[in-house]
Every structure is written in C-alpha cells, then in structure tokens.
C-alpha cells in the first residue's frame, strides 16, 4: 500500500522557522528538572524532530485532535491510517473537516489541513485498514497512537506490536523490539488513555475485562415478548429486514436514510401491535448503527493526555503515566489512575518466542524431529501452525486421522515452500504442555 | 422574558443541524441544544487555552462568542496556538483568532474586541455583565479579582483558567447555578414498592398468580412478584414492615413459596424462570422507603424557595410548587418510567402504563400549582412552559443548586484548614495537588513583584527558584498552612516558566468547555470550584477553595 499524495503543502516553500517558535516547549527541553528522568538529555528537540516517526491510528474524533496536538508539540514525522471517510455527523467534533470535505478520506483530509496549517510539519496519510499492513511497515514508527471505536483493531495492532517483541538467549527483552503504544478511547463524556510499552506493562489483552462486550437483546424477547422501543427496532433490523427485503439483496445501509425511514417505519407498525411507545426517527438509527454518543470535549481531553504521554515518551523529561487513566466529567471532573497488572499467560504479551535456526532447505518434518530429539523441548508428536496475512495457516496436526491425513503431506514441504518468511512465527502444540509454543523461525 | 416555549419543539428527522449534532444531541437533547445555541460567552485573552476552551463550544454550536484581547500576536503565541497563523504575527490576538474559529462552524456567530480586559474594565464595565459566562485566561491577579466582585454582583458565572507547565488549573465562580438534570450514572428505578400508590395496587392485586399457566406464570414482572412477596410479609411482620439485610433469607423464601407449583404428572423439564431470579436480585436495590434526598431538602430550605417573589427565577417557582406537592402528597412526584424485566409484552405495557398514568397525575397538579404561584405573583403563564415541567418532574430527586464561593474571598481569606488538611492527608508518595495550587498562588504573587513569570529567562533560573521559594514561604506563613513540600516542585515550576505546553492547553480545553457546557444547559453537575490537573502523573484534584 502506497502512500497517498500528501496534498499541496506550502510548507516546503514557506520557512519553518521564526523566532521562538517552539520557546514553549523548549524550556522544558533545554533545561533539566528534579522530576525528569534519569535518560533525560537536555537539547533533543532537533534529533526527535529528525527521527521520531509517530503514527496516528484512526483520523476521527480522537485522531484529529491527536494531529494537531502532536504537530503543536514539535514532531514532524507523522503518519496516519484511517479507512473512513467523512460524514456530516462527524463536524461537531472532527474539527479538521468541513462540510465541502463530506465523502472524502478522513486521513487523506486531516493530513492536507495539518500540513498547510502548521509549517513544516509533514503527515503522510494512509486511506487504509490497519491490517492492510505487517510488521515491516509498522517497525518503522517510533511511537504508535491508537484513536479507535472499536476493540477489535486494538486488540490486532496490540497482538502485532507483542509478536514484533524479540528476546535474547536469555530470555531478557532485547529493548529496540519493543514499540511504545499510547492508546485512547471515549464515548459520550467517560473517556481512558493508556501508555503501554509491549512486554513490560500489561497489553490490551491482559485487560480485555475493561472492554465489556456489546450487550445483546435475547432472540425470543425480540420475537415473542418486545417490551421495549430498542426490542422492536431490533426485531426489524434482525428479522423483517433479511425477510421482506424492501431494497433487494441490500443490506442495511444505517447512513442511508431511506433504509432508516423503512426501519423507522415497519418499528412503529410492531410497536403499535404490542402498544409500545417512544420510537423515533433518531432513536432508529441509533439503535441500527449503534451509534455512541460523542462530544468534542471528551475527545480533545483524552487525545491531549495521549498526546503529552507521547512528548514525556520521545524525550523522558518526565515520567510516563502509569499506565491507565479514566476520565469522566458528568459529575465534576474526575480522574483515576491505575496500574493494572501483566497477566502471567496472556496470549499476546507473554508468550516469549524462542529463535529457531534452520535453512531454507529444512522440512517441517526436519523442525518437529528437532522439537522431539532436543533435550530441552523433548516433544511427544507436535503439531503446528502459523499465522500468515490471510488468518491461522494449518500445517500439520496429529492425532486426528482426517486431519493427520490432509496436512501430512506439509511435512515434506519445506520452510520456504510453505512460505515462511525470515522472523515468521511457528506456533506449535503437544500433549506435554497444556499452553503451546511460540517460535521463530530465523533462516540460517 | 420571552417564551420558553420555542426550545421544546421536536425537529424533523431530515434537518441537517440535527444530523450534524446527532452524536451530541444523544447526551443533552434538543433542549440541552438550544440553550447553548442561545448562550453567549466571552473569552478574555486569544491565550492557546482560551482557544482550546472555544474551540470546544463552537463545534458543539454555541451561540455565539466575543474575544477581548488588546494584545498583537507573536511567534510564541503562534508556536503553541492551532488558531494563530504565522502571518497574523503583529496583528490583533482576538481578531486573528476569531476568524480561524468561526470556521469550524458556519452556525454560530464571533466577533473581538480589541482593547485589553482591563481597559474595559475601567470604561466600560457592565459589559461583561452582558454575557451568559464570562472564560478569563492569561490574567494577572489583580484583574482577576475585579473581575471576580464585578461579575460575582452581576450573577454572571467566571471560569477562570490556566495551563502553566505541565498543570492546568479551572476555577468556577457562580453565584447561583440551578441544575435540573445531573444524568447520574447509578439508575434509579423509582418504583415505590415500599408504599405502593392505589393504581399499582388495583393492578397488582387484580393479579393472580394461582391461577395462571405455566408459561404466563413465568412471564409475571417482577414488580407484582415483589409487591406480592411484600404483602405476605407484612401480614406477618406489620404492615410498614420491610425485610431488613439479615431477613434476607426469610423474604427470598416467601418470594420462592410464590413460584409456579408442579402438578402430579406433570413432567415438563423444569426451567429456574428468570422473573423469580430477577425479584431476588432487586430486592435490596427497590425494598427501601422513598424518601426525599438531602439536595432536594436543602432546596426546599433554601432562601430562593421561601421567598418567591415577581423576580425569581422559574426554577424556584417550579422547586417550590415540588414542595407543595410533597407537603401534600409525602412524596416527590413519580418518575413513571420502569426498568426492562423479563415479561411477556401486555403485562409489562400494562404495568408501564400503570406507572406513566400516575406520573401524568403528578405532573400535572405540578403544573396547576405552578399556574397557581405564577398568578399569585402576577406574572404571565408561559414563563414556564410544560415540557419543562415534565422534565423537572422527572429528574426531581437530582434537583440541586451550587453557589461556589467567589474568587475575591478565596484570595481574601485562604481556606487555611482545608489546605492544610489536603497536605496531610496525602497518602501517595507523590505530592498532592494543592502543592500546586499553592505554587501557581505564589507564581502569580512573584508576577506581581517582578512583572514577568519565575523561570521564563533561563539566565535567571537560579535567582527565579530561590525568590519563588521565599515568596512560597512567605505565603504558607501569611496562611498558616503547612507541612512545606519538597524543593523539587519549586524547581520545576521554574522549569516550566509559564510555557504553556498545547497538551495540557488542550486538557484545560476540553474541560473548561465541558464545564461552560454544563453551566449553560443546566444538566450535569459543574465542579465546586478548583479543579487541578497534574500533567506529569495525569492525576487530578478538585478542591473546594
């Protein structure tokens, strides 16, 4: 995936420079401080400027603001992934945007107004999905900045960032393999920022208890005994959606408002069937697009706590939060920090891979003898698989006869036939151990 | 006053203000939108935070704005500022910052002045008193408790705020802000189990769980289940008798003896219904006598309540016309909406419509007796209309009123206790917040001395830390506070030289603009009255100073 055309920027032209323009952040910079930490060095801010690369995940609510926070905090080198494109209802908070831009790329818009509003500053946009890129593409930033909706890309981009981690013979971290992740998230006026450094605090995945799952409505309470406004809604959208198909084979489209209107209409017809009230048009479309509330404030407060964790990362002239923040100001403004901890098997962060070094030329059969005949794995029958771009690759399992017999002819094939690249990672399982193992495979 | 009316009616789906406010109309409502939309604020100063502050009510569309400002922008001012550009280097502050603003957002409207607040303040005063919320930032201390008396008088609410280093510092002076919905995020189901009203009893006693089948048994909702198991143990236990915490057992038991009963040869498989789970986990959280909560008591005493007269305001016409109905009736009127429960769909619509017809009655002898107040008064109906009266009944039990203390007074007369009790009980290893406080005090003090921040000229670090110190313990003696913190602070608030960092311009950003956000639609809750981020360990603190 190539980068997109980064927009007429007068940047390049215009001189970056004038008289104390970054005095703000310099007096912090150029001079030390009792609360610094100890690797601080005074006068970075021209060597950060040259080589931190920060990317920005998510051009939205959170991501605007995280652009324009970064860029008035001295980086340069930003880039920013983002898949969307621009909606009406995105103006009263997506501060980059105007109506004229409704239906352009989020990235590709935000990177064109910081570029021509903050001289020297260069973003690279990325109209892209995350997962449209590999660990190749993502070892090159510095500093990663999640400003997501969803958990489902953080718990990807944290999966990717634990298996880039490397570890020496000893088992000890090699610390350049590690790839900060400064990660926000908001919805109405609660807000959390978290600084994660992968294999040393604890990952998205050791604390996917923070992230509740998306509360559904039982089938037969839909079908049998709505009770609610949401109920029939939802019984439209699941039910008389897929059997009447007002649009053809379409499916439901929640920013088309023609779809809407129909769901709208069809939730009054059951709800008046049951003598429920209270469905309007909004409440409709909430309910189909599963809309979360947003408000500029909470945004612009959870991206500037990120964002300032990313300036204490890139120059340690403080320490770094530790390491979760909730923010909510319903009721006043209140904070809470806490230190959640690394869970001792979590799939993502603490799996230690081990190096395997073989040549191009080994068999996977050649890599499970060595499994079985070390004297420090002493494998029983192992069976492996590998993660590839398309999903988990199969490539051999024992035990289970149609599938021992589909995958047996791999063992033959060898490591470059089966497409493994040079750091891949090969996840094997054996009845001596009830968690599995992670290797990579290191060509010789 | 004009009518109120206007700001209650539903809009069209298709408007497209309203599918640009979606995601925010889904917090404060149509209501809540129009009273920003017809909220004017003004920011003193074009300071990066002031535009932060703005920035975070023009997208949201806020009526409309005004800047004043006397200064001519610079390169530091553009360097840490997103609506200053290089080219305005040299021109007005306000003026340069007001044309970058308004275009966020095409529906709301902003102009600047471009004289200094403390020209206005000696030409001109009054005319900040013509604002909805006066948002001070970059202000020497003297101006601000000018500014503190004269809008104190004037009832005009004051945010004051301030990034400095890594700290960012608000502070709210209202005289009187009445809140009609706080939007708490502990549910309340107001179901007055405990002393059911007679259109609740009628239904749930036309009920009878003998003789329903299996399947309707299942599907009772657990309000009657609980209503039931209620009246059983009042025939033993009294009549006003409720299970207390150690009865627990011996309630669920009679909640159990309620079930459907097998018959002889009845081999359905047996299925543990959900209703009789759901009555046994609401008992704690429903049994409980309704009583009026101590911020609705506090109204009901206050001043405003006593003394109506022509020039009060609608909300204490509407909080004393509460208070006649409760002298009458016992009770805050019913809120009249029901929790979800598992329920085939007529039982619970019916139960539903038990409640929503009883809080229709309440409502209404509301409204009647607010009429009856207004005439009395002899002031015209339609100051308060009645959607607003649906909505005050329907939030009564988070009623509330916050007079924070005016900021002259807390310069005054320090709150030398509270101070020194928020130093002592700190149990972290970090210095607590009102260090901070403390230090910006004494930062604004050395300000008045020396007219220039300590530690903005790198040559005078030195000089700056120990002066500051001295003026530090000069303060914490004039105040009788103590223990002293430890030097480091001192050092760093040197270090930081009044920058003001963009993050931390954004966080008060963001906050303040929440805060103007509450005190306009009246929903929320603002704080009282000192807010105080820590930037460096991301903690915060709000005190009542």
Known sequence: ?444 | MASTRGKFETRSPENEKTKKYDRQLRLWGDHGQSFLENARVCLINATATGTEILKGLVLPGIGAFTIVDGNNVTGEDVGRNFFLLKHSIGSNRGSAACQQLLELNPHVRGDYIDESCETLLATNPSYFTTFSVVIATGMPESTVLQLSKLLHVANVPLLLCKSFGQIGYIRLQTPEHTIIESHPDDGFDDLRLTDPFPGLRKHVDSIDLESLSRAEHAHVPYIVILLKALDRWREKHGPTSLPTYSEKKDFESIIESLKFKHHEGDDTPHVEPLNFEEAIKARARTLRKTEIPDNVKKLFEDKECENLNPKSKPFWIMVRALRDFVAVNGTLPLRGSIPDMTSDSDSYVRLAGVYKTEADKHCEDICNRVNEILTALGKPLDIVCEPEIHILCRNSHTLDVLRTRPIFEEYERPKSNLITDSLRNNYQPEEPEIVYYVLLRAVDKFFESFKRYPGCLTHLMETDISKLKSIYSKLVQEWGIGPFPKDDLIHEMCRFGASELHTIASVVGGCAAQEVIKVVTHQYVPINNTFIFNGILCTSTTFDL
Request: glycine share 6%; charged share 25%.
């Open chain 1, 1 to 444: 995936m190539e980068a997109m055309d980064q927009g007429a920027s007068e940047s390049t032209t215009e001189s970056s420079h004038w008289p104390s323009r970054w005095s703000d952040i310099e007096k912090i910079l150029n001079r030390t401080g009792p609360l610094s930490m100890p690797e601080f060095e005074e006068g970075k801010l021209p060597a950060v400027q040259k080589d931190c690369n920060i990317l920005v995940i998510g051009a939205g609510g959170l991501g605007c603001e995280l652009l324009k926070n970064l860029a008035m905090m001295g980086f340069i080198n930003i880039s920013v992934i983002d898949m969307d494109t621009i909606d009406l209802s995105n103006l009263n908070r997506q501060f980059l945007f105007r109506e004229k831009d409704i239906g352009r790329p989020k990235a590709q818009v935000a990177a064109e107004f910081i570029n021509n509003r903050v001289p020297g500053v260069k973003v690279t946009p990325y109209y892209a999905k995350i997962e449209d890129f590999d660990a190749e593409f993502y070892k090159e930033f510095s500093i990663i900045v999640c400003g997501l909706d969803a958990i489902a890309p953080r718990r990807w981009i944290n999966r990717l960032l634990c298996s880039m981690l490397e570890y020496d013979d000893h088992e000890e971290l090699e610390p350049e393999t590690i790839h900060p992740l400064v990660d926000g998230g908001t919805e109405g006026f609660k807000g959390n920022a978290r600084v994660m450094a992968p294999g040393i605090t604890a990952c998205i995945e050791c604390t996917l208890s923070f992230y509740p799952p998306a509360v559904n409505f039982p089938m037969c309470t839909l079908a049998q005994t709505p009770r609610l406004p949401e109920h029939c809604i939802e019984y439209v959208k699941l039910i008389q959606w897929p059997k009447d198909k007002p649009f053809g084979e379409t499916e439901i489209d929640g920013d088309n408002p023609e779809h809407i209107l129909w769901i709208h209409e069809k939730s009054l017809e059951r709800a008046a069937q049951f003598g429920i009230h209270g469905i309007t048009y909004r409440l409709t479309q909430g309910v189909v697009k599963r809309i979360i509330p947003a408000v500029a404030s909470t945004n612009a407060v959870i991206a500037a706590i990120c964002a300032n964790e990313v300036f204490k990362i890139a120059y340690s002239c403080y320490p770094n939060l530790k390491t979760y923040v909730m923010f909510n100001d319903t009721a006043g403004i209140y904070t809470d920090v806490l230190e959640p901890e690394r869970l001792a098997d979590c799939m993502s962060c603490s799996i230690k891979p081990r190096m395997l070094r073989f040549p191009r030329s080994a068999t996977l059969e050649d890599v499970l003898d060595f499994l079985k005949e070390s004297p420090q794995y002493q494998m029983s029958n192992p069976g492996a698989t590998t993660a590839t771009h398309e999903g988990q690759k199969t490539l051999y399992i024992p035990g289970i006869k149609s599938l021992e017999d589909q995958t047996k002819p791999n063992l033959s094939k060898t490591l470059e036939e089966l497409g493994f690249v040079d750091g891949q990672e090969l996840n094997v399982t054996d009845k001596t151990s009830p968690t599995g193992f992670t290797f990579k495979i290191r060509y010789e």
